[in-house]
């Protein structure tokens, strides 16, 4: 469970992990229908589960994750819509030593990892759009009373400045101001609040909060690859919602 050392296998959707210590030695070894996908050897390390952005399986290529909503929503002339939405996540081994952490595997909690274009294409030094990990969401006007392992869940608000009805379909996180909490001893995590502010047709400011929308939660350790030098605790959508 998350922030808890692994000290005996188990099974992590469909990957085992194994773990065995010979003195101050490791072998880490995560095996995916009997075959050996990963295996690790390190010195005196604690290894523990952590919840991690979708962003680092099969490789880091980008902090943008691009959510489309299973269910489209249809916000009023001038008002806001409360929401709370399933955030897919992957888990990850760090390993801690003296205050010094890295992640040392990351375990894919789900069968398909597409990643896809939010945006135009750059051409002749114009701004161009960014690559994103693709998620198809699922979302709910009431707080889930459950949330399955490999899923976080956020509370999205979506605000309209627009005279008319506005439609919904997509929301662009960053994972550089996007936090996630967990809460020690079990498989829950969540983010902040997050609120989604619509200013025209084609455009719209996401606006991080800093507290966890779970009391209790603990911040995760946050990689360095995921988090850019934050200016400010936003982002912007400006290739449409």
Known sequence: MFGMEISEPLVLGMHRIDVTRVGEGILYKRYRNGVIEREI???????KLMPIYPIFYPRFITRYILCEF????YVPPMESIALYMHLPIDIAVYGYK?????????????RLYKYTLYGPPSKYGDVGGVVARYCRTST???KPTDVEVGFCLSQIEIKSRLEKFTVVSKLLLDSSPLAIFYKLGSWRCCTQHIM????STSA???EYGGQPIESG?????EPEEAKAPLISSRSEMM???
Do not use: R
């Not at 050897?41 to 290894?47: D, I, Q, R, S, W």
């Not at 299973?70 to 929503?73: K, L, N």
């Open 41 to 47: 050897l390190a010195k005196n390390v604690t290894l």
């Open 70 to 73: 299973s269910t489209p929503i």
């Open 98 to 110: 003296n205050g010094s952490f890295t992640i040392i595997d990351v375990v894919p909690m789900h």
């Open 140 to 142: 709910s006007l009431e």
């Open 196 to 199: 989604m502010m619509i200013s």
């Open 204 to 206: 719209a400011v996401v």
């Open 217 to 221: 939660f603990k911040a995760l350790d």
């Open 239 to 241: 290739w449409g919602y």
